[in-house]
């Protein structure tokens, strides 16, 4: 399996599992149905770029299955999230705040689980444009 399968794979989940970390967070109180169509919608739009990336990517069968697992359990967390905090009719900043805590704590989960999955971090290339250039024909 080349390295470039890995990379991409992890960085899909990350991207989906990331999607789930920002369940519209309001400054006022939101009704309950508008609070959760959002979430429903963040939720809906991260399992499907992630079943797009997936399917981009060859991956070993049983990897794939565990990963699309974890992301539905993720989501499914999200939703009973959302749906408590909608519970009374209103969603404040509060409840927001741990409908994302929760959704955030799912991202750390499926990052650290699938870690080995994830890109080497790269050195900085440096400075672009005008400026780069200049250091670099200084340093050469």
Known sequence: MSRLVPTALALAA?????ALATPALARDPVKGEEFRARV???????????????????LPADVEQQIRADA????????AAADQAAAD???TPE?????RGVARSAVREGRA??????????AHKGKKGKKGK????ARD
Not at 45 to 56: G, K, V
Not at 72 to 79: D, E, F, H, I, L
Not at 95 to 99: F, G, M, P, R, T
């Open 14 to 18: 990350a991207l989906a599992l990331g």
């Open 40 to 58: 429903e919608k963040r939720v809906t739009r991260a399992l499907a770029r992630l079943d797009r990336a997936l399917e981009r990517h060859e």
């Open 95 to 99: 409840e927001a705040k741990s409908v």
């Open 134 to 137: 200049k250091a670099r024909r």
């Open 113 to 122: 689980k699938y870690a080995k999955y994830l890109p080497e971090k790269k």
């Open 89 to 91: 009719g209103t969603v």
């Open 72 to 79: 539905a359990t993720a989501a499914a967390n999200v939703r």
